[in-house]
């Protein structure tokens, strides 16, 4: 089982100041807690803000836009694959 980092929302275009820092100190401070929380079985993958172009948001400026979700699906599969990803074709005979 994977939990995905929450974004950084500190850097998110359409949230004033100083909300987008409140929001963003709190979804650091949850993303924290999943980190903290994940064990064998359990994995967390961070987000990472150092990709977050405001560019590859959604035109309302607050949800990810295509090519960010793509970055993401691309993390999350690398990280997946890193783990090893049982064969359902050894299940299956």
Do not use: C, K, N
């Not at 994977?2 to 974004?7: M, T």
């Not at 993303?31 to 405001?54: K, M």
């Not at 836009?65 to 050894?90: C, F, H, K, N, S």
């Amino acid at each position: 089982h994977w939990r995905a980092g929450l974004p950084p929302m500190h850097r998110f275009p359409v949230l004033p100041r100083p909300l987008r820092d409140v929001l963003g100190a709190q979804a650091r401070a949850f993303d924290r807690v999943l980190a903290q929380t994940s064990g064998p079985g359990l994995h967390h993958l961070p987000f990472d803000e150092t990709r977050l172009d405001p560019a590859m948001m959604a035109g309302d400026g607050f949800h990810p836009g295509a090519p960010l979700y793509t970055l993401w699906a691309q993390d999350l599969a690398a990280a997946i694959t890193a783990q090893g990803v049982p064969d359902d074709r050894e299940t299956q005979a």
